[in-house]
């Protein structure tokens, strides 16, 4: 249980939208975007499992994610 119980759902990397956990392993998450359909995995042994839910986003938490994800999709 790499994430635990507060990583069962997460933002997607790709659009912010509702990603569910479809793989757990011991150190990473595999996710599956339900509104673009994007999947990622999340490597959680660096920093730990999330302390609180990571799911749903407050308005202001997605706009901080929506312009990270546009400053990574920029430097590629
Ligand atoms: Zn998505």
């Known amino acids: 249980m790499a994430g635990?119980?507060?990583a069962a759902i997460v933002p997607c990397i790709k659009c912010v939208?509702?990603?569910v956990r479809a793989y757990?392993?011991?150190e990473t998450d595999g996710y599956?975007?339900?509104e673009c359909g994007h999947q990622f995995l999340i490597d959680w042994s660096?920093?730990?499992p999330p302390?609180?839910?990571c799911w749903p986003l407050s308005e202001e938490e997605?706009?901080?994610a929506r312009r990270i994800i546009e400053l990574?999709?920029?430097k590629r």
Do not use: D
Request: with cysteine.
């Open 17 to 19: 939208g509702r990603a």
């Open 24 to 26: 757990e392993g011991l």
């Open 32 to 34: 599956e975007c339900s």
């Open 4 to 6: 635990g119980i507060n």
């Open 72 to 74: 990574i999709n920029e």
């Open 46 to 48: 660096h920093g730990g």
């Open 51 to 53: 302390q609180k839910a």
């Open 62 to 64: 997605a706009k901080e």
